[in-house]
């Protein structure tokens, strides 16, 4: 299984922007998706998963401002990501998990200026 983020960007404090993951390869069975960010300084920290269909779970932070989907027809994750704030500012990385195995993509970069 392989993924690639995409959607980064820089973004003035209050604007938005929707992040992609690709997932490719085998992806058949039971799954989990979710988003993760490290922001400078600090630990990598969820923002927001996918259980299972119609299942999702937000970090406090994330709750009311970034909305994630999935598209199983073509099997991309989102992040749309609303009313950014410069503490919103790092990496971005998207994570596939299935039979105890952990994939992550590359990570995008995401810069809010205040």
């Known amino acids: 299984v392989q993924l690639q983020a995409s959607g980064g960007g820089l973004v003035q404090a209050g604007g938005s922007l929707r992040l992609s993951c690709a997932i490719s390869?085998?992806?058949?069975?039971?799954?989990?998706v979710s988003w993760h960010r490290q922001s400078p300084g600090k630990e990598r920290e969820l923002v927001a998963s996918i259980t299972t269909p119609g299942s999702t779970n937000y970090a406090p932070f994330a709750q009311g401002r970034f909305t994630i989907s999935r598209d199983y027809a073509d099997n991309t994750l989102y992040l749309q990501l609303n009313s950014l704030k410069p503490d919103d500012t790092g990496v971005y990385y998207c994570?596939?998990?299935?039979?105890?195995?952990?994939?992550w993509g590359q990570g995008t970069l995401v810069t809010v200026s205040s």
């Open positions: 390869g085998s992806t058949v069975g039971p799954n989990g």
């Open positions: 994570k596939y998990s299935a039979l105890q195995r952990v994939y």
